[in-house]
């Protein structure tokens, strides 16, 4: 059975820094590209970032460029996301996402989710 | 970025109804768009992929159609465990983007 399972989200403060995980089982990890993304309280969906399956190609939001490093360790079967300067506009549910398809070849199609991890900004 | 526009943003039908919902974009995607399913508390669930393709294990009951900018979402006949948002996603342009989502309930 494949499962995605974030975890490090919390209340951090404005300008503050946190790290997301997300651990998979069930799946070749290393096989798939992986994604961020985010679902502020009571809105729609927004693609984060992604990382193809040897981290040789990384693309972010806008939102998040500058502020943000994703990366893996497919020995751990791992995703993470280093969040810095941390934004009110952050607080969202973190989900992780793989990839249906090549994001370094421009293909996004999210097959599995985590259950999510809320990141809480405040002010 | 590519804006994605889904009508109607909420809808309420009946069990057994045949429920539609619209997604268009404001380029050219080709088939490049998902349609997801996400209940309420959970993660969002992939049912469409290429605008038409059913997703391993999604009831048949769903489907999808279009290509260019606009595209379709529809549920043949409306089952109670069908509630929830709908999005649609493309992926012809970076950043990938979502739809505002299609809130479905029974009626």
């Known amino acids: 059975e494949v499962q995605l399972v974030e975890s490090g989200g919390g209340l951090v403060q404005r300008g503050g820094s946190l790290r997301l995980s997300c651990v998979v089982s069930?799946?070749?990890?290393?096989?798939?590209?992986m994604n961020w993304v985010r679902q502020a309280p009571g809105k729609g969906l927004e693609w984060v970032s992604c990382i193809s399956k040897s981290s040789s190609y990384i693309n972010y939001a806008n939102s998040v460029k500058g502020r943000s490093t994703i990366s893996r360790d497919n020995a751990k079967n791992s995703l993470y996301l280093q969040m810095h300067n941390l934004r009110v506009e952050d607080t969202a549910v973190y989900y992780c996402?793989?990839?249906?398809?090549?994001?370094?070849?421009?293909?996004?199609?999210?097959?599995?989710w985590g259950q999510g991890t809320l990141v809480t900004v405040s002010s | 970025d590519i804006l994605m526009t889904q009508s109607p943003s909420s809808l309420s039908a009946s069990v057994g109804d045949r429920v539609t919902i619209t997604c268009q974009a404001s380029?050219?995607?080709?088939?490049?768009l998902n349609w997801y399913q996400q209940k309420p508390g959970k993660a969002p669930n992939l049912l469409i992929y290429?605008?038409?393709n059913l997703e391993t294990g999604v009831p048949s009951t769903f489907g999808g159609s279009g290509s260019g900018t606009d595209f379709s979402f529809t549920i043949s006949s409306l089952q109670p465990e069908d509630i929830g948002t709908y999005y649609c996603?493309?992926?012809?342009?970076?950043?990938?983007?979502f739809g505002p989502g299609t809130k479905l309930d029974i009626k």
């Open positions: 380029q050219d995607i080709s088939n490049h």
């Open positions: 996402a793989r990839n249906l398809g090549e994001a370094a070849a421009g293909v996004y199609k999210f097959d599995y």
């Open positions: 996603q493309q992926y012809h342009h970076l950043p990938p983007t």
């Open positions: 069930g799946f070749t990890f290393s096989s798939y590209s």
């Open positions: 290429d605008a038409s």
